[in-house]
């Protein structure tokens, strides 16, 4: 084997073994430079992950915020009623109960009892007026049946009458040629009204609401037929 030869010079021997240390030297330092870039991309799609999960969880919890605060409220309760309370200007009648066929000329308008149609009708919101001989059997069963004039209540007016309704047990309606703006009818019990905003109207739904005095009360509000305009 042939031994490796040197430079005799000792200067050329020094200049040789510092090239060789700066050469590991500067691998060194690259070796270092490059474990350096690692860390900072490694620091950097941490941030960017943290960053992420930290707007999607905002994103999440505005999403839960705005559903409760836009949430619609929920449609009053009442209680069943029947017990006798006075309500100022609240009417009160005696009407029959019996099924018939055909149109019934009643005593009042809206009716707020008396001869109706053997089958009644849905409770429930609508848009247009509906026959009378349906709407009161669902009075029979213990239903209201809101009336207003749509000439009159529309726009904020209407959205203020709709939220007093419970979420059963009741019909809203236009009806044609009322003598105020609103007209509330149970069995044997009607009030009129001039606005959304009057303070009987809640009064006059834990009254009459399901009225036990109702001749049917209980009776089902559903499974019937739907009027035109049901929303």
Not at 19 to 35: C, G, M, N, S, V
Not at 126 to 132: A, L, S, V
Request: net charge negative; proline share 7%; glycine share 8%.
């Amino acid at each position: 084997m042939t031994p490796q030869r040197t430079s005799g010079n000792p200067a050329n021997q020094a200049q040789a073994k510092l090239t060789i240390k700066q050469q590991r030297d500067q691998r060194r330092a690259e070796k270092l430079a490059e474990y350096q870039r690692q860390v900072a991309k490694r620091r950097r799609r941490g941030l960017m992950w943290w960053i992420v999960g930290g707007v999607a969880a905002l994103t999440i919890a505005g999403v839960v915020v705005a559903s409760i605060v836009f949430a619609p409220e929920p449609p009053p309760s009442y209680d069943a009623g029947g017990t006798g309370a006075e309500i100022a200007g609240v009417e009160t009648f005696t009407n029959e109960t019996t099924h018939v066929e055909g149109v019934v000329d009643y005593d009042q308008s809206p009716p707020a009892g008396g001869p109706h149609n053997q089958v009644w009708l849905n409770c429930g919101i609508y848009t247009e007026p509906q026959q009378n001989e349906y709407a009161v059997h669902s009075l029979e069963h213990g239903a209201v049946w809101v009336t207003y004039d749509a000439a009159r209540v529309q726009g904020d007016e209407l959205a203020a009458l709709k939220g007093h309704l419970p979420s059963s047990y009741v019909i809203l309606s236009p009806y044609e040629g009322l003598d105020s703006p609103i007209v509330l009818s149970a069995w044997n019990a009607q009030l009129k009204l001039d606005a959304a905003d009057d303070e009987r109207i809640p009064a006059f739904f834990e009254e009459f609401w399901r009225n036990q005095n109702a001749p049917e009360p209980n009776a089902a509000c559903t499974g019937a037929i739907d009027g035109p305009g049901k929303q």
